[in-house]
């Protein structure tokens, strides 16, 4: 079921919380949706679940819109809120049919519901402990549950493993992703490396406005912008080389990265490469090319750019 937002809109007071975004996402995807605190990613995610009204705007989920069949969306809906509120004193077991009542699944399947739960979720060792004994990463595992009890198509995940060890991000992950094969899934996260390894495509959000849209690789391009070389050489003079490189007319700016060994940091003109160049200029003096690669663009460098303003 396909997520359709369009011209979103949402003010508290006199704070413009989302302002004016829209945006799409395809059955079968995993969005990561990121942003700074504030930037608007929770309001948009509670709007798109009917919990919280826009000021502006509309939401589809496939056919229906928030406005006209908003128990039709929650229906189709599991969320996992960031503070993941539980009731810490019922057991796992009970909780989860506690929750397939309140969804509406018939009496006769809630124990076959239940049983693929605790199966898909990792809970087999837990189920019958009450909530209050879990650890912060088998709690995420029933939230998790919870939002999926109904086999909803569209999966709304706020910070899903915030507090989680790094083992217990890998497993959730890997949940997170295989759910992701059937159903929409939008996920919001602080951890950008989660976010790489998880969603199939990166939204950006700074002060309600979308400020990028697209896969980590295509983020980093666009950001990146001037090709970034480390190039180590070695025969010639440290002082001959660095006047050699930046002479090439496709070079803006040469730096030195580690003297000791001869390395170089340059950067190309914007929409050109040097390598070539460089190849060429060393084989012109004689000198020994043992390292020439380009520098990638981190995703965070890509988000603190797109944010800090």
Known sequence: MDIVVENLTKIYGLQKAVDDISFRVETGEVLGFLGPNGAGKSTTMKAITTYLSPSAGTIRLGNYNIYDHPEEIRRRIGYLPENNPLYLDMPVIDYLAFVAKLQGIPQNKIKERLLEMVKVCGLEGEKHKKIAELSKGYR?????????????????????????????????????????????????????AEVEATCDRIMIINKGKIVANGTADSLRKHAGGKEILHVTIEDGGLNEIHQALAALETV??????????????????????????????????????????PVETRLEDVFRELTIH
């Open 140 to 192: 995420q595992r029933v939230g998790l549950a919870q939002a999926l009890i109904h086999d909803p198509q569209v999966l709304i995940l706020d910070e899903p493993t915030t507090g989680l060890d790094p083992n217990q991000i890998v497993e959730i992950r890997e949940l997170i992703r295989k759910i992701g094969r059937e159903k929409t899934v939008i996920l919001s996260s602080h951890i950008l």
């Open 252 to 293: 803006e700016m040469v730096d030195f990265v580690n003297k000791e060994n001869g390395t170089f940091e340059v950067q190309s003109k914007t929409d050109q490469s040097s390598r070539r160049a460089i190849f060429q200029l060393c084989v012109q003096n004689n000198w020994m090319l043992t390292r020439l690669s």
